[in-house]
């Protein structure tokens, strides 16, 4: 069997890292033929050097002695993605820097792999324009996606809403870990420090999704995700929160059967899976599951008083046009600036809420008016006091 040839965008960070320990374990399957990174030369210097890929591109060189062969700015991560050795493309850039990637990958008519959720948030209709127009395909690799997916095997059919439409869907049930603050009252919330938001309790990632996942953005985003890629309406999508993250996901079928996936938290097996897709791969990685050492399994309602950022994401989803893209990108800003230190916590929702009402009806029917939404939230947030 020939090996599949993968393109890996975001290959520094904390997926990346993982797919490359993935496709080391499959030298017969797979091989990395394009490589890229945002800043970071000296990591991705020692992944080119591992992989020899024939593509190397860093978006944000500025200063940096690198390879006169390296693409550069942004276009490097759309060549990349529309390498011709490249069967598929694991997106694992973090943020609306990964969209135009997707789409290119797309409109190229390769399989997406992806982890950049934010694509889906931003540009659901534009996702689905491009997998109709070129055949492309996209294989989630966030864990709560990839859960359903494999909940509903054998059940995805080619035609209906959504990236990879089931018919007989109850309800889905995702599951959040309830991140740092998941016992603390909002007086408490109140007063979080960044290193309270970055100590998470059950996985290990990059800083901006271990922020979401304290605030609730990222079940937000995971929401309209799993309505973009299933084309399950938002009524049907419900959250859960259960601390162990053992549970990924649940689908109700119309019987009132139940299927969950389930699982220690790691990414080994949901970036194996998006690349094996809808094969099963025998992996020595991924970590073994032992029911006895991880009971018992336990399960709390979403606490929206003390997350409102879970509702406006939410509800934003509903709204549709650049609502989604407004959310995101203000959240984006508002961690950008909870990491740099000039935005509490806490106040994350407060910006959102705000950008959302600012922004309320603008036009998001293209990647124009979506892109300027984006810019007009982000400008919001970076001027707020
Ligand atoms: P990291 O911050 O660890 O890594 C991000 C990667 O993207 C790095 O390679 C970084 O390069 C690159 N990058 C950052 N900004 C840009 C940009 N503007 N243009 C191009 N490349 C850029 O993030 P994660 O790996 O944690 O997350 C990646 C994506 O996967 C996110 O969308 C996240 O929501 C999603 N995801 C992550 C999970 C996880 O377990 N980590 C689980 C599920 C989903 P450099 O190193 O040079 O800065
Ligand atoms: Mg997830």
């Not at 990637?101 to 689905?128: F, M, P």
């Not at 309800?171 to 007086?187: N, Q």
């Not at 985003?221 to 973009?228: F, G, K, S, Y």
């Not at 993250?245 to 019987?255: A, K, L, Q, R, T």
Request: net charge neutral; hydrophobic share 50%.
């Amino acid at each position: 069997m020939s090996t599949l040839g993968v393109a890996l965008l975001g290959a520094t960070g904390s997926i990346g890292e993982t797919a490359q320990r993935v496709v080391a374990r499959h030298p017969d399957r797979f091989r990395l033929v394009a490589l890229t990174a945002n800043g970071n030369a000296d990591e991705l210097a020692k992944a080119a050097q591992r992989w020899r890929p024939a593509f190397v591109g860093l978006v944000e060189p500025a200063g940096r002695a690198v390879p006169a062969t390296w693409g550069s700015g942004a276009q490097c991560l759309v060549d990349a993605a529309q390498h011709p050795d490249a069967q598929i493309v694991l997106n694992a850039v973090v943020g609306a820097a990964g969209l135009d990637a997707t789409l290119a990958a797309l409109a190229a008519g390769k399989r997406v792999a992806l982890a950049n959720k934010e694509t889906l948030v931003i540009g659901g209709t534009l996702v689905q324009r491009a997998v109709r127009a070129k055949g492309g395909s996209v294989i989630p690799v966030d864990s709560e996606h990839s859960a359903l997916l494999q909940c509903l095997a054998g059940r995805i059919g080619s035609s209906g809403e959504g990236l990879l439409p089931v018919q007989g869907v109850k309800r889905f049930v995702i599951t959040a870990s309830g991140g740092p603050f998941r016992t603390w009252d909002t007086e408490r919330i109140r007063g979080a420090k960044l290193s309270d938001a970055l100590n998470h309790p059950t996985w290990a990632m990059g800083k901006k999704i271990t922020v979401d996942s304290a605030s609730l953005a990222n079940k937000a985003l995971e929401v309209i995700e799993a309505h973009v890629l299933f084309g399950v309406p938002y009524e049907k999508i419900e959250v859960v929160v259960h601390p162990q993250s053992i549970v990924h996901s649940m689908v109700e079928f119309e019987d009132g059967s139940v299927l969950a996936q389930m699982g220690v938290p790691s990414m080994e097996l949901p970036v194996l899976y998006a690349l094996t897709y809808p094969e099963r791969l025998a992996d020595a990685g991924v970590p073994r599951f032992d029911p006895l050492a991880h009971s018992p399994l336990t399960f709390e309602a979403v606490r929206h008083d003390a997350f409102p950022t879970l509702g406006l994401g939410v509800a934003a989803g509903k709204a549709g046009g650049a609502a989604p893209a407004v959310f995101n990108a203000a959240n984006e800003a508002a961690v950008a600036r909870v990491l740099a230190g000039s935005l509490d916590f806490a106040r994350i929702p407060v910006a959102i809420e705000g950008a959302l009402a600012k922004l309320q009806g603008v036009r998001g029917d293209d990647r124009t008016s979506l892109l300027a939404a984006d810019a007009a939230a982000r400008a919001y947030v970076q001027e707020m006091r």
